[in-house]
Every structure is written in structure tokens, then in C-alpha cells.
């Protein structure tokens, strides 16, 4: 008898527990996260996801990483098809444009008009450029994720060699094409060019920002007439080749090729994305290395990129969509974008990220830095239309590549660029 009556207490002991262990996962909302953050990125964005889980028990987000972002955007679109998309993905504005014309995504804006606590306030702390690049047709419909701009990463040790000051980068163009020409040289005395001032890589944001360096634009503001094929678009393109040709301070290089260059101290200068330092310094630098705006010449405006993050609708379960604005809400707010922007030198979100004592501290120990984060008051965004994302890759095969080979004169290819995003508006617009 003794040992039945255990038996029960113990059967009924397993059912409690059980029941128990339902209760409490029928209370946590999961969410699922799809992005492309590989590396060192992909390492501080699982620190904050965990981070998050952890301080929000009735919430669970699984982030994915689906590789690329082409593969995130060729997994998005056939998500979208069969109705199995995740709750949040990050996802570029061309993206987006096409998402919100099919209606799948809920606009931010309606998850802060019904957030008691994400007021006008929380809106002002942000940078504009990263509200304004988010609103499609007067709606804020996404967020800003993981955005970045251009800087110019400088070896201080070769201006200190060469009698030159290591904390004064050069600050427009024309002082750098001056600095580059000192710092191109034939250090081992074999007769032979083994130094170079710079290494252009074939990128259309390059192209883009030298452009509005310029003063010229990218589009008409109602993103229907291409304006780059301008005497500003002229200027950019004859800015590179003139580097390459005329002066030979600098050389292509392809895909990683120029930041291996800078970090073996073949070239004083390379201009990238901010993020590039996260992963310059998981490699290693020898050197004493500088980060600093690019230098300007009209204008300081400058191009912002990386993506945004959208939220899916979710009609069968209206908590998921709720809780993906949580985790969104929480992962912009100025602790984790100061800790994300430290880890990942992605650009914060908000202005009070900039009171945080690493990044305060990170400008004291190299005040040149502090230009870079400048750059967010002079910033823009690139045009808000699918037919952009295929026409930067166009930028690069058919113009950059061909007018910096010699193949193309700068107003020929930039000619044949516009007719071709004219031609695939007027399409969308039949």
C-alpha cells in the first residue's frame, strides 16, 4: 500500500509540474527575428537579444541570421508569398517600398500613436535623418536599425614619419589628393611603388557621397527623375580617375582587399563604412590608427546606409505585433544604441546616446572621431524606390567600373544610367 500511495504522489507531483511548465509558457509572447549580422556584429547583436529575453520574461525573441542580405531578401519575398514571415526582419528602404505596397507590414507609426510612453520626446532624440529615411508618403512605417556612415580611416604613423601631424587628417578633397601624393612612395628603394596613399573600391555609396560632396543630388524629390547624370556626377567620377590615372596614389581593390591593404600598411588612407572598424580590430591593428570624417569638398552632406526594421502583420495573434514594437522600442532606446553603436561602431539612434560614458570616452581618446558621429547632422538617405536597389548595382558595373577603366566617358555612362531607372519608373507607373 506504501508503494502505491507513493506512486500517486508521484504521478500527481509530474502532472502539477507540467501543468505548471504550460502555464507559464502560454504567458510568453515569441518573436521571430530575421537580420544578416555576421561576425563581430552578429555577436554583439545576439549580447543584446539575450539581454533582452532576460529582462522581459513575457517575451522571447529568436533571432535568425539568414547569411546575406540577399539571401534575406530573396527568404523575405518568398515568406511574404506564402504567408510564413517572421514578426521582424531588417530590411532595406527599396524593400520596404515594395512591403508596404503589399501590405504586409504594420507602420511604426501606429504602435507609437498607441504607446503612452514613446511621445514627441522620444521622436526629438532622434536623429532626423533617421525619422525622415523611415516615413514613406508622410507615415513613419519602419525603424532605424543598423545604419552607418562613411569615415576615413588614416595611419598616423605615416604622417608622423612623414613630418606631418598624425591628429589632422586631411579635410577636403583637395588636401587629401595632396596628402595621398606625399605618402605614395617607394619605401624600400627598389625603384618600385610599394606605398600608396589610398585604394578605391568600385562602390556606389562611395560614388553617392562624392556626389553630394559636390553639391549634386541623386534624385528629384519626388524620386522620378534622376539627377546624377549632373557636372556634380562629372566631378565625383573624375575625382576617382584622377586618383587612379593622373596622380597614381591609389589603386582598385576588390570586395575586403583595400581594408586587408590598410591594416598591412600598403596605403595611408581608406575610406569605408564606420563598421568596418569592428572588424579591423577583431583582425588586429599594428599601428596607431585615426577614424575621421571623409574629407568634403562643397558640401558636408553625406549618405547614410544599412537597414531598418519593419513589423509584420500579424492578424491571427495581435500580442506578436505588440511585442516586436517592445523589442524594437528597447533595443533604440539610448542604452542599448550607445552599447550597439560601441561594440559594432554602427551609428547611434539617438542624440542622448552621445552622453554615454563609453562613447564620451571613445571621442576623448581620439578626438577626431568625434567629426565622424558630426556627420549624422549632415546626413541623408538614398531614394526610397525599388528601382534603386538594382540601379546601384548598375552604378558600380556600368559606370564606376567603366569610366574608372577608361572604357566610358563620365557623361556617357552616367547618361546610360539615368535612361535606364527612367525607363524602369515609367514601367512601374504604366
Given at each position: 500500500m506504501k508503494k502505491i500511495a507513493l506512486l500517486i504522489i508521484l504521478i500527481s507531483l509530474i502532472i502539477l509540474g507540467c501543468g505548471k511548465k504550460e502555464t507559464v509558457n502560454s504567458d510568453v509572447?515569441?518573436?521571430?527575428?530575421?537580420?544578416?549580422?555576421?561576425?563581430?556584429?552578429?555577436?554583439?547583436?545576439?549580447?543584446?537579444?539575450?539581454?533582452?529575453?532576460?529582462?522581459?520574461?513575457?517575451?522571447?525573441?529568436?533571432?535568425?541570421?539568414?547569411?546575406?542580405?540577399?539571401a534575406l531578401s530573396q527568404k523575405l519575398m518568398a515568406s511574404i508569398q506564402t504567408g510564413n514571415q517572421p514578426d521582424v526582419a531588417q530590411a532595406y528602404e527599396a524593400w520596404i517600398a515594395n512591403m508596404l505596397e503589399g501590405d504586409v507590414i504594420v507602420p511604426i507609426e501606429e504602435f507609437i500613436n498607441d504607446d503612452p510612453n514613446f511621445g514627441q520626446?522620444?521622436?526629438?532624440?532622434?536623429?532626423?535623418?533617421?525619422?525622415?529615411?523611415?516615413?514613406?508618403?508622410?507615415?513613419?512605417?519602419?525603424?532605424?536599425?543598423?545604419?552607418?556612415?562613411?569615415?576615413?580611416?588614416?595611419?598616423?604613423?605615416?604622417?608622423?614619419?612623414?613630418?606631418?601631424?598624425?591628429?589632422?587628417?586631411?579635410?577636403?578633397?583637395?588636401?587629401?589628393?595632396?596628402?595621398?601624393?606625399?605618402?605614395?612612395?617607394?619605401?624600400?628603394?627598389?625603384?618600385?611603388?610599394?606605398?600608396?596613399?589610398?585604394?578605391?573600391?568600385?562602390?556606389?555609396?562611395?560614388?553617392?557621397?562624392?556626389?553630394?560632396?559636390?553639391?549634386?543630388?541623386?534624385?528629384?524629390?519626388?524620386?522620378?527623375?534622376?539627377?546624377?547624370?549632373?557636372?556634380?556626377?562629372?566631378?565625383?567620377?573624375?575625382?576617382?580617375?584622377?586618383?587612379?590615372?593622373?596622380?597614381?596614389?591609389?589603386?582598385?581593390?576588390?570586395?575586403?582587399?583595400?581594408?586587408?591593404?590598410?591594416?598591412?600598411?600598403?596605403?595611408?588612407?581608406?575610406q569605408d563604412s564606420s563598421v568596418s572598424m569592428a572588424f579591423m580590430l577583431r583582425t588586429g591593428i599594428t599601428f596607431n590608427m585615426g577614424i575621421s570624417a571623409v574629407p568634403v569638398n562643397k558640401t558636408k552632406q553625406n549618405l547614410i546606409s544599412g537597414t531598418n526594421v519593419v513589423i509584420f502583420k500579424n492578424e491571427e495573434d495581435k500580442k506578436k505585433e505588440k511585442a516586436a514594437w517592445e523589442f524594437v522600442k528597447w533595443f533604440t532606446d539610448t542604452e542599448q544604441t550607445a552599447r550597439w553603436s560601441e561594440l559594432t561602431y554602427y551609428m547611434p539612434v539617438r542624440k542622448s546616446a552621445m552622453e554615454v560614458d563609453a562613447l564620451k570616452d571613445r571621442i576623448a581618446g581620439n578626438p577626431e572621431i568625434a567629426s565622424v558621429y558630426d556627420q549624422l547632422n549632415y546626413a541623408t538617405f538614398e531614394p526610397q524606390i525599388s528601382e534603386w536597389f538594382e540601379t546601384r548595382k548598375y552604378l558600380e558595373e556600368h559606370v564606376i567600373e567603366k569610366v574608372v577603366r577608361g572604357m566610358l566617358t563620365p557623361e556617357k555612362a552616367l547618361e546610360n544610367a539615368a535612361e535606364m531607372i527612367e525607363k524602369k519608373i515609367a514601367k512601374r507607373e504604366e
Open positions: 509572447t515569441e518573436i521571430l527575428f530575421w537580420q544578416a549580422m555576421g561576425g563581430p556584429l552578429g555577436d554583439a547583436l545576439a549580447e543584446l537579444v539575450n539581454k533582452f529575453n532576460d529582462t522581459h520574461p513575457n517575451i522571447h525573441v529568436t533571432s535568425v541570421n539568414m547569411g546575406n542580405y540577399t520626446e522620444e521622436i526629438n532624440d532622434i536623429y532626423p535623418v533617421f525619422i525622415n529615411s523611415n516615413k514613406m508618403d508622410g507615415k513613419l512605417v519602419s525603424f532605424p536599425f543598423n545604419k552607418s556612415v562613411m569615415v576615413q580611416y588614416y595611419n598616423k604613423d605615416m604622417l608622423f614619419q612623414n613630418d606631418m601631424d598624425p591628429d589632422r587628417p586631411p579635410k577636403t578633397w583637395e588636401e587629401f589628393r595632396d596628402y595621398c601624393k606625399i605618402l605614395t612612395q617607394d619605401t624600400d628603394g627598389d625603384s618600385r611603388l610599394d606605398q600608396f596613399g589610398t585604394t578605391i573600391k568600385i562602390n556606389a555609396w562611395h560614388f553617392e557621397n562624392l556626389l553630394l560632396q559636390a553639391g549634386g543630388k541623386i534624385m528629384s524629390e519626388d524620386n522620378k527623375t534622376p539627377l546624377f547624370n549632373s557636372k556634380e556626377g562629372v566631378q565625383a567620377l573624375n575625382f576617382l580617375t584622377d586618383i587612379l590615372t593622373k596622380d597614381k596614389t591609389g589603386y582598385l581593390s576588390p570586395g575586403y582587399e583595400g581594408q586587408k591593404d590598410f591594416t598591412a600598411q600598403k596605403v595611408a588612407f581608406y
